[in-house]
């Protein structure tokens, strides 16, 4: 069941470019791994070692947070639309 996944501008150089890819999975713990095989050292970009998003990382499941839904274990189903945003901070 593919998912449509929107890659934010600084992980397009893992993916070759591409600013929108296809991955499967039936959580999102298990489309960052199909992410990992698709397109090698994306996931270390994601998750820290011990497997939880990294702080900084924000991840949307059709426009909801996943912190506020089951986080890396939020189910998909085929044409879901997930979005991989970078927190931005500064002052």
């Known amino acids: 069941m593919p998912v449509l996944v929107r890659i934010p501008t ?24 199909d992410l990992e095989r698709q397109y090698p050292g994306l996931r270390e970009r994601l998750v820290e070692e011990g497997g939880e998003v990294r702080r900084f990382i924000n991840i949307y499941v059709n426009e909801e ?26 002052g």
């Open 65 to 90: 947070d996943i912190r506020f839904l089951q986080g890396k274990k939020t189910s998909l189903k085929e044409g879901d639309q997930v979005s991989i945003v970078p927190a931005i901070a500064g």
């Open 10 to 33: 600084p992980l397009r150089a893992v993916t070759k470019g591409a600013g929108e890819v296809q991955a499967k999975g039936d959580s999102v713990a298990d489309l960052i791994e």
